[in-house]
């Protein structure tokens, strides 16, 4: 089956200590993005690629960086500058004008 | 930038009343979508509204789309516990090429039973 894989699931972080999130999709979608959910406030964008060595910085991309050097792999570092850390974390991806097509996110725990 | 503003932010009913969550975009669409995320999942795709004063249906699930293509609706007609979530309307500025997807706060239902 095609998909988006997110891992790990849970991910515990001590502060100042840079994290890798991964992201790795199987279904041959041009563009990937972040995404960052906090309660209440909706899914705010990171980073998205539109295509491979391309990215470009969403709404809240301070303390975060990512590469595309795979078409099927998008990674995120959650850096020791990111002031607030803790969220949950979704990867998605799409082709042309289609939805996006959500991983089930990782959920990051800093303290 | 664009903004995307979704109310109410909570609704809680009861088992076979209604629901309504609306959205409205500070800057003229040119498609929105709604998604569905349940307690604890990802969000799901539901539909997507591309035509001024567009209308569609899914079983007890109608999206309306504004004519002048800056607000959007879901309604859910007779509640049922399988409907809790957070609903999120999102919206593409401009044309087909640009890819960044602007998503409202989302408005979290819970039904009881």
């Known amino acids: 089956d095609g998909g988006i894989t997110q891992s790990p699931k849970y991910l515990f972080r001590k502060e100042g200590q840079n994290v890798t999130l991964s992201c790795e999709q199987n279904l041959n979608h041009d563009a990937m993005y972040w995404y960052r959910q906090d309660p209440g406030q909706g899914l705010r964008l990171i980073y998205y690629?539109?295509?491979?060595?391309?990215?470009q910085k969403g709404d809240i991309a301070e303390g975060y960086s990512v590469s595309r050097e795979k078409k099927e792999s998008f990674p995120l570092t959650v850096t020791s500058a990111q002031k607030n850390p803790t969220a949950f974390y979704l990867c998605a991806s799409r082709v042309g004008g289609s939805p996006l097509h959500f991983g089930n996110g990782t959920r990051l725990t800093v303290t | 930038g664009q903004q995307v503003m979704q109310i109410p932010q909570y609704q809680h009913v009861q088992e076979g009343e209604d629901f309504t969550t609306y959205c409205n975009s500070s800057t003229t669409l040119s498609n929105i979508q709604w998604y569905k995320q349940r307690p604890g999942g990802h969000p799901v795709f539901l539909i997507q509204?591309?035509?001024?004063?567009e209308v569609k249906k899914q079983k007890r699930l109608t999206f309306q789309f504004g004519e002048a293509k800056k607000n959007s609706s879901l309604h859910i007609t007779a509640t049922q516990t399988t409907d809790v979530g957070t609903y999120f309307c999102?919206?593409?500025?401009?044309?087909?090429?640009?890819?960044?997807?602007?998503f409202g706060k989302g408005t979290l239902l819970t039904v009881n039973p």
């Open positions: 509204l591309v035509k001024s004063g």
């Open positions: 999102a919206g593409y500025e401009g044309g087909g090429s640009n890819y960044k997807l602007t």
């Open positions: 690629s539109q295509i491979v060595n391309d990215f």
